[in-house]
């Protein structure tokens, strides 16, 4: 009886013990981090009364903790994905909420970080895997400095953040005060404990994080609440963990408890277990009366000196600001920062010469490339809806576009920045760069990019934007040949239903329908003539015009009278490429350059074609009439102009090579 009575009591132990593990396996709680398990990583070091900081005040660092063992999310045994996890934290900075950079949880299918950036990457993420689905990384980010290649809303937010640090959504650092019934701000970097709260409900996919002061109950309504889907994020086998980062401006990053469930709500914190921060540092008091007087002698003096100091710099970096830009202040970039980026428009920096202005490559505090392109005017006229314009094309968002960033105004030039691409023009790989080639398959690719990036101009986005530059110089090549149609300061925006045209004759020779230089109307079916020779000049490796020969599209209609109108293809492709796609682009190419404008189809059409989607129409040699210039010299000067300002301040004479370039090296 007794032996009976031990076996039961031995298998009731062992079973509680059992289920007590398999609890833990999902689910862990740190009242501080001594004896903890964590898996550390960087600059994060357990102190010994038990706080987790993981960065010091050194620049440019990171500091990762990880608990050690991953955890099932996406898995047939897994019912849900949904989580829940609290943290108390703590940015102490020597200077009072001018720290940085920040800090955030995060989930990740690996503890490798080697590859990712200090600053406003937070650690997480680098220049090149930034935004890429691959990263398989959800995090949501405490951020105290703003960063504007990810379009931070201030320095001092929350954000989700789905592999990419531009936030699926984001909000000021704020808390709903249940006992007062309103939002109360929040200082992220005020040195003050404060805690979050980030609960994932994977029945309702729906994604809540909640922040208040430490000792404060969990607010009521939550500061961010969005539906994601995160099946396809989450991978069955995932670490959750902790990083921080400094940049230039430096922070003590601390953790004060953790508590994580991945099967429920994570168990509450015990406020009085929880070990406190150092608090921020403090200025001396009581100084005595002599060293009074020599401190406020040494301050006047370095007031007067850093005054006329302020004045010298002012004037070197000083811009044209005017009452009616105030509503375009997020898109305006300061003098200063650009002028350090291209550090000082050095000669080693510039990139490109077009036809009204230089194009200098720039890279940001952040270390993102630029490039900025500096446009001389000497006036004033038509600049406010040339600004407007320019600040609408800044909200066009395309991969097959390149992003204009913003613009800055100084004295007598108006500055546009865009991102940098590093492979520099397509122009200059097909005809410069003897070096460099591009396959067929690479070409065919630019080609459907272009294309989409136009359809979408044309047609998809909130306004009618007509191009009315394009060609081989005015389409840049990304990091991995990706082509983006670049260079919108000829572009002009029209609402969708009105007559989409212009009256200013600019462009490009060889690039130009016979209408456009007839009327000077340029109209979304001129874009697609350009587009047509721009075809052709992609796959036969020649300009529209060069001096001495017959212009391109005469050249492939007379090949294809002569049954060979594959022998017009580049020389340099060696005659490796799809025969019938070939053909498809040379005699879609002479489709779009057409003479009668209602012949081209449109860029919807133009897609359809090159994605397979549709029949390219049945032409011949002889239906294919081309309004191509045929000589050079019966080519009248084209007057290169803003539509907005006078010809007198920004007109140029273009040639068939001039454009502004938004080149690589």
């Known amino acids: 009886m007794a032996a009976a009575q031990y076996l039961y009591l031995w298998v009731v132990f062992n079973l509680s013990l059992f289920l007590a593990l398999a609890k833990e396996e999902n689910q862990f709680i740190y009242h501080g981090f001594n004896n903890s398990k964590l898996q550390l990583g960087g600059l994060a070091k357990i102190l010994p009364n038990g706080l987790l900081r993981l960065t010091n005040t050194s620049e440019l660092e990171s500091g990762y903790a990880f608990y050690p063992s991953p955890f099932k999310f996406n898995s047939s045994s897994s019912q849900t994905l949904s989580f829940s996890t609290t943290f108390v934290f703590a940015m102490v900075s020597k200077a009072v909420n001018f720290g940085g950079n920040g800090l955030a949880f995060f989930i990740s299918p690996s503890m490798n970080f080697t590859g990712a950036v200090a600053g406003a990457y937070l ?68 040195g003050k404990p404060n805690q979050i709260w980030i609960d994932y409900d994977g029945t309702e996919k729906l994604f809540n994080v909640t922040i ?94 850093g ?59 952040s270390n993102v490339q630029i490039a900025v392109k500096r446009i001389n005017h000497n006036s004033n006229e038509g600049m406010k809806q040339f600004v407007a314009e320019i600040v609408s094309m800044r909200r066009l968002r395309h991969r097959n576009l390149v992003q204009l960033r913003g613009y800055c105004r100084r004295r007598g030039e108006l500055l546009l920045v865009y991102d940098y691409m590093p492979n520099g023009s397509l122009d200059k ?107 052709l000049e992609v796959a036969c490796g020649r300009r529209p015009i060069e001096p001495g020969m017959v212009d391109l599209a005469a050249w492939v209609i007379d090949c294809w009278k002569r049954g060979a109108i594959l022998g017009v293809s580049d020389p340099r492709l060696e005659g490796m490429y799809v025969e019938e796609q070939m053909e498809l682009v040379l005699k879609l190419g002479l489709l779009c350059s057409h003479s009668n404008p209602e012949t081209r189809p449109s860029m919807k059409q133009v897609t359809q074609y090159l994605d397979g989607e549709a029949k390219l129409p049945s032409i011949t040699p002889e239906s294919a009439v081309i309004g191509a210039i045929t000589a050079r010299n019966e080519v009248p000067d084209i007057v290169f102009s803003f539509d907005s300002l006078p010809e007198s301040t920004s007109s140029h004479t273009l040639s068939s090579v001039d454009s502004i370039l938004v080149l690589g090296r």
């Open 123 to 190: 650690g997480l993420f680098n220049l090149t895997n930034n935004g890429q689905p691959t990263n398989h990384i959800l995090a949501v980010e405490l951020d105290t400095v703003e960063s504007p290649e990810f379009y931070d809303i201030d320095g001092n937010h929350v954000g989700i953040d789905v592999n990419s640090l531009i936030s699926n959504q984001s909000a000021t650092a704020s808390y709903f005060s249940n006992k007062e019934e309103k939002n109360e701000t929040l200082e992220l970097g005020s």
């Open 429 to 535: 790989i097909l005809y410069v760069d003897t070096k460099a080639n591009l396959n067929w398959f690479q070409r065919f690719r630019i080609l459907r990019g272009v294309a989409s990036g136009l359809l979408y101009l044309h047609e998809e986005w909130e306004q009618v934007v007509l191009h009315r530059d394009i060609k081989a110089a005015n389409v840049l090549l990304d990091a991995d040949l990706n082509g983006k149609l670049g260079d919108f300061g000829l572009a002009r925006l029209h609402d969708h239903g009105s007559n989409a045209q212009t009256t200013s004759l600019v462009g490009t020779v060889g690039y130009l329908a016979p209408e456009l230089l007839q009327t000077g109307k340029a109209t979304t079916s001129t874009d697609v003539f350009a587009f047509g020779a721009f075809m």
């Open 212 to 305: 208040a002061p430490l000792k404060i109950p969990k607010p009521n309504r939550s500061l961010l609440s969005k539906h994601l889907d995160l099946s396809e994020v989450l991978l069955e086998s995932m670490y959750v963990g902790l990083s921080a980062a400094t940049g230039t401006r430096i922070s003590d990053h601390y953790i004060l408890g953790w508590s994580f469930n991945k099967s429920g709500p994570a168990q509450n914190l015990d406020v009085s277990k929880l070990p406190p921060p150092p608090p921020p540092e403090k200025t001396s008091e009581g100084l005595d009366r002599t060293i009074t007087v020599l401190l406020v002698a040494i301050a006047v003096v370095l007031i007067t000196v």
């Open 307 to 365: 005054v006329a100091i302020y004045i010298v710099r002012k004037k070197k970096y000083e811009e044209v600001y005017e009452d009616w830009e105030k509503e375009y202040g997020p898109h305006r970039l300061s003098y200063k920062k650009l002028y350090k980026a291209t550090k000082g428009f050095k000669e080693k920096e510039f990139i490109g010469q077009g036809g009204f202005g230089q194009v200098y490559r720039g890279v940001l505090p």
